[in-house]
């Protein structure tokens, strides 16, 4: 059945619903042979069991048939009949979402207050035909008003966009197809996004068809384009000896001089023991990594096989890698990247030249192998190791005279990561962000998602981008039911810049995502997120500046950047044991969750001015920052350089004209002082991490700071006529004199 088929299947199951809620003829003119497959769909209905007689009022085939909107059902404790089909569903919704050994049954008993229950049906699909979008298809939406653990933690919140506050989606249950019965069996079941189920073993062939097809993306033709023209970086195979890679054939690690294919690996190390760092249990084997002694020979053909491994003696490599390596060979990839083999691990030239080198080594690689299960490097990859797989597991029901086949939809590729250990590590954020394509092996399914699109072994969405005019939801559903939008498709965001569209708004969002992760080594926090700040600074004069000296904060992006703020959980970043520190001006000089002033938070709820955000000509009142170790002024913007250096540009020249009659008239602001400043050659001599700035103040006697609350951080500040908020970097720094005084 082609895509349009399958399209017009859809919506001929709308059209004709009022024929099939009738029941069969039984004209004396239909024959023997036309009446014996309808006697048997009839004992086979009979045959099976029957909905309670709560649930036999839910009218489930209407559901089913169009959207309907939600509805209170009864309290949860009243579906909990052992032999009805859909109270079993509703049961085994609740323990995907509370865990293992929970059902209705333990939630009633042990709940503080009986949770009640809620449904209705809503669509993942949009569809516009003849200029009218229509959803068909709709699947049940199950909610309770008490929420399951963890629920908050594993949902991006859109500043609060969904305001439904007590309704908690357990499950989205879809109609599947069925192997019984006549035409009227299966005629609710998908047609345009197809279940089918997962084998304890990957489809490779499948995984192939992905990798091809992507090739034929518009993003693949860009990176191709940009690497012929020398504006993609591949400058790690030209520069030093070559970039070392696993040769998976071979098993060796190997020097590659020229481009060539090659696929990441991304996973959670976790506690294990390495030949470098021998903690632990006595009788733990540590496992290999690449150094100065071994290198040699693990560059040797064999030298990271099976027979070699064993005859280095107590040492090993963990299940994560040798998978990786598995899946390579049988997918057709001949190379792999995996740090802790193609890093000379205790070589601080290779080592700190690789990691500031992280966006490319990810950006360039043909797919990164992200192993979302687990929670250390012995995890493997599920599905190259054994996994469950997914099987459909449908129950079976008899609603208005048709049989209909019900199971609980699997989770959304949003749900598996953000639930995942691999999701709150520091490394990883980059790992996936830098990666043009990635595949996620999570427990019991691989997904694959790129610039472009997500596809999954759980349902046959590979030929629905041919249609232009089709989109299907990806990420988790919405109870709300004025959003139509798929507000959060998936966790993959792509931060490696192809087009050029990076803006310092994504750079907030990655700072906000990225100050919710974990490190083993709080020193590590700038290295670790070093190749996303390289995708900020790419193509411009004022890359380079060092890591160290812009503290993580891109040149270009200063003056928004540096309105950031610690939330209340955050606390001073401490690096024991180490001479590392980090500017007080830097976001990295805190540990946890970090927002910015004029930034959407995916985490707060907050009305905030995006006048700053607008592409409207606005100038801050500092013509010029000065890094630490650095001899030069770097310009806030041109038409300050143009101001203090007196260059002769009529447009520029009108707008700076306009911006300080504003300044100096509206703020009271004395912009003479403030040019004759900026265009001064002298400069302080600043230390590494320092940040000096020539920029304005207002003067006034009347200066006015208060406490806002008994506790917290937060003060009111008056000068003159302006108000505004202070904060405090430390609580204990709020003891101040009172101002009247």
């Not at 998602?449 to 969405?461: D, P, S, T, V």
């Not at 406490?707 to 009111?716: F, L």
Request: hydrophobic residues 35%; glycine residues 6%.
């Amino acid at each position: 059945m082609t895509v349009t088929d399958k399209i017009q299947h859809a919506l001929r199951l709308v059209c004709d619903s009022a024929s099939r809620r009738r029941p069969p003829s039984s004209s004396p003119n239909v024959s023997r042979q036309q009446l014996e497959p309808e006697r048997q769909n009839q004992e086979r209905a009979e045959s099976l069991p029957d909905l309670c007689a709560n649930c036999g009022k839910l009218d489930l085939y209407s559901l089913l048939l169009t959207e309907k909107p939600s509805k209170e059902l009864a309290p949860l404790s009243d579906y909990l009949e052992p032999d009805c089909p859909f109270c079993n569903l509703l049961s085994r919704a609740v323990q995907s979402q509370w865990g293992e050994g929970w059902s209705s049954s333990r939630l009633v008993a042990e709940a503080d207050q009986i949770p009640n229950a809620f449904i209705q049906s809503r669509s993942p699909i949009s569809l516009k035909r003849d200029g009218v979008t229509e959803h068909p298809e709709p699947r049940l939406l199950l909610a309770l008003d008490t929420s399951p653990p963890g629920y908050s933690e594993n949902r991006r919140v859109i500043r609060e966009v969904d305001r439904v506050k007590d309704r908690y989606i357990i499950a989205e249950i879809e109609s599947v197809s069925g192997g019984h019965g006549s035409m009227a069996t299966n005629s609710l079941a998908p047609s345009l996004i197809p279940r089918r189920a997962v084998d304890a073993d990957i489809d490779y062939e499948m995984v192939r068809q992905w990798l091809r097809d992507c090739k034929q993306h518009a993003h693949t033709a860009k990176a191709l384009e940009q690497m012929e023209s020398d504006r993609f970086d591949t400058e790690l195979f030209g520069a030093r000896e070559g970039f070392r890679l696993i040769d998976v054939q071979d098993e060796c690690l190997v020097l590659k001089n020229e481009p060539c294919a090659f696929a990441a690996l991304s996973y959670v190390w976790g506690c294990l023991p390495t030949i470098l760092r021998p903690c632990g249990k006595t009788e733990d084997v540590p496992i290999l990594l690449t150094t100065r002694n071994n290198l040699e020979s693990l560059s040797t053909p064999g030298g990271l096989s099976k027979a070699s491994i064993e005859a280095m003696h107590s040492v090993r490599l963990p299940q994560t890698v040798t998978d990786a390596m598995e899946f390579s060979r049988r997918i057709g990839m001949g190379y792999l990247w995996i740090d802790t083999l193609c890093i000379v691990q205790d070589d601080k030239e290779d080592k700190g030249y690789l990691i500031q080198a992280m966006d490319n080594v990810y950006d360039i690689a043909t797919v990164t192998y992200i192993a979302v299960s687990g929670k250390n490097a012995d995890a493997g990859l599920s599905g190259v190791s054994p996994r469950r797989g997914r099987t459909i597991n449908a129950v079976t029901i008899v609603d208005e005279d048709t049989e209909i086949h019900l199971s609980l939809a699997p989770p959304t590729l949003n749900d598996e990561v953000r639930s995942s250990v691999w999701n709150t590590r520091g490394w990883t954020f980059q790992e996936q962000a830098l990666s043009q394509r990635c595949l996620y092996f999570t427990e019991d399914e691989v997904y694959f998602n790129c610039i472009q699109l997500q596809w999954r072994e759980a349902y046959a969405l590979e030929s629905l981008s041919e249609v232009q005019d089709l989109t299907v939801r990806t990420g988790p559903p919405w109870w709300n039911r004025k959003l139509r939008k798929d507000l959060d498709p998936t966790p993959y965001r792509y931060l490696g810049d192809l087009t050029g569209t990076l803006t310092i708004k994504d750079y907030q969002a990655a700072v906000q995502d990225y100050s919710r992760k974990t490190l083993t080594f709080p020193e590590d926090v700038l290295h670790a997120f070093e190749g996303v700040f390289n995708r900020f600074t790419k193509g411009v004069f004022r890359s380079k500046l060092s890591l160290e000296q812009t503290q993580g904060i891109p040149a270009d992006y200063l003056y928004q950047a540096m309105l950031w703020f610690p939330s209340e959980e955050t606390r001073r970043r401490v690096c024991e044991d180490t001479d590392v520190f980090f500017s007080s001006w830097s976001w990295a000089s805190w540990d946890g969750p970090i927002e910015f002033v004029f930034g959407d938070s995916l985490w707060l709820s907050r009305n905030i001015s995006q006048a700053p955000m607008k592409k409207k000509r606005m100038h801050v009142l500092t013509p010029y920052w000065h890094y630490g170790d650095s001899a030069r002024k770097f310009w806030t913007d041109e038409m300050w350089k143009a101001a203090c250096e007196g260059v002769e540009d009529a447009s520029v020249t009108e707008q700076c004209h306009r911006f300080m009659s504003y300044a100096q008239d509206k703020l009271g602001i004395d912009m003479k002082i403030l040019r004759d400043q900026g265009a001064s050659v002298d400069l302080l001599e600043l230390q590494l991490g320092e940040l000096g700035f020539v920029g304005a103040c207002i003067q006034a006697t009347n200066v006015v700071l208060e406490r806002k609350t008994e506790i917290g951080p937060i003060c009111s500040l008056e000068i003159g006529p302006h108000k505004g908020e202070f904060r405090f970097d430390d609580t204990q720094s709020t003891h101040f004199d009172d101002p009247s005084s």
